[in-house]
């Protein structure tokens, strides 16, 4: 596998730093790729970001993660949504530069929830990954960020722990029903909002990345990379 910094270019803003995972040679290379985007607090070296991308790029899957604006200029304070909107969707446009066969985008909290509002207004996008997604405020029951969530035709694969102050999974539920068939929920037992569990869970880090990765890897094949239906 090998790891190249890039330089992605925005409109009307400065640049931001990305990191595309990959496999060696393209024969080994799945023709998916997948864009991470990262959560408010972290950048696109956060660990959880790192460890998935890492392991979507050992199954052969091309992944490209990368900072928002706020984070390339040291910033705490997130760039407000178009702005938000925009870093994302240069990622996407510098991932299609290599015409991948399916396209999938996500990410860490308000990564994920910014993937999500470009495919609900058209972006493309074969599947939405969330790692940990922000249903409401942290404590909070609402507001609820889900509004967009069915103008989405993808199929979502949602990673949330039992101790996510940022999603009560007694509110996510009944969000995913609302969504038929293309919502898949996949919960990690103790985790919070990064998926990481306490001391006294008695599991190793090693081993929730373990599920997470097959998780992933199964909807992938089951949801994604399967063979598309032929047009009648």
């Not at 995972?21 to 790192?50: E, Q």
């Not at 990064?194 to 089951?222: C, M, N, P, Y």
């Amino acid at each position: 596998m090998a790891e190249r910094s890039i330089s992605i270019p925005i409109v009307g803003s400065s640049p931001v730093s990305g990191v595309i995972h990959a496999p060696r040679t393209r024969a080994k290379r799945s023709g998916l790729a997948v864009v991470l985007g990262h959560g408010a607090g972290n950048d696109m070296n956060a660990p959880l970001v790192v460890d998935v991308a890492g392991r979507l790029a050992a199954r052969g899957h091309t992944v490209l993660r990368f900072n928002f604006v706020y984070k390339e200029l040291g910033r705490k304070a997130p760039d407000r949504q178009p702005l938000l909107e925009k870093a994302f969707e240069a990622a996407i446009g510098r991932v299609l530069e290599d015409r991948p066969e399916r396209l999938v985008i996500g990410g860490k909290s308000m990564g994920g929830r910014i993937a999500s509002l470009l495919a609900a207004r058209g972006v493309r996008a074969d599947g939405l990954l969330f790692l940990g997604y922000p249903l409401h405020p942290a404590g909070k029951r609402s507001p609820l960020r889900d509004a967009h969530l069915p103008a989405i035709p993808a199929p979502l694969l949602f990673l949330q722990g039992t101790r996510d102050p940022l999603c009560d999974l007694t509110l996510l539920r009944p969000v995913l029903k609302r969504l038929g068939e293309r919502p898949s929920l996949h919960v990690i037992e103790g985790g919070d909002h990064s998926l990481d569990l306490l001391k006294s869970a008695g599991r190793t880090r090693e081993s929730v990345l373990e599920e997470i990765d097959l998780a992933i890897d199964g909807w992938l094949k089951a949801r994604v990379l399967s063979p598309r239906p032929k047009a009648p």
